[in-house]
Nanobody
Framework: QVQLVESGGGLVQAGGSLRLSCAAS????????MGWFRQAPGKEREFVAA???????????YHADSVKNRFTISGDNAKSTVYLQMNSLKPEDTAVYYC?????????????????WGQGTQVTVSS
């Protein structure tokens, strides 16, 4: 059983920063990449950022237009760990943030291609 555990969420004022972390544990698995999604109350889950591994660390990164130049995804394939550095946070970034891992090919921005999910961590940005 693979488990993804997120950490780093919390309450921050607008303009502030948070860093989310996610680590996979459990049986050994090989992922093609990992990503972050978020879901605000009353809204659909949406893509935030993803990384497709290239070697044991780093890879090709993708960011949603709404977070470009503010959020940065990074990670370490060897450690099955992914991070999301969030700067210049806005109240509209308030959501539960989910870490996910995918082991099959497909678009990294589609939640359908991710088969392992964390429990989510709350990020609240006050105005």
């Amino acid at each position: 059983q693979v488990q993804l555990v997120e950490s780093g969420g919390g309450l921050v004022q607008a303009g502030g920063s948070l860093r989310l972390s996610c680590a996979a544990s459990g049986r050994t698995f090989s992922s093609i990449g990992m990503g972050w999604f978020r879901q605000a109350p009353g809204k659909e889950r949406e893509f935030v950022a993803a990384i497709t591994w290239s070697g044991w660390s780093g890879g090709i990164v993708y960011h949603a237009d709404s977070v470009k130049n503010r959020f940065t995804i990074s990670g370490d394939n060897a450690k099955s760990t992914v991070y999301l550095q969030m700067n210049s946070l806005k109240p509209e970034d308030t959501a539960v943030y989910y870490c996910a891992a995918r082991s099959v090919a497909g678009s990294p921005v589609s939640s359908m291609n991710y088969h392992y999910w964390g429990q989510g961590t709350q990020v609240t940005v006050s105005s």
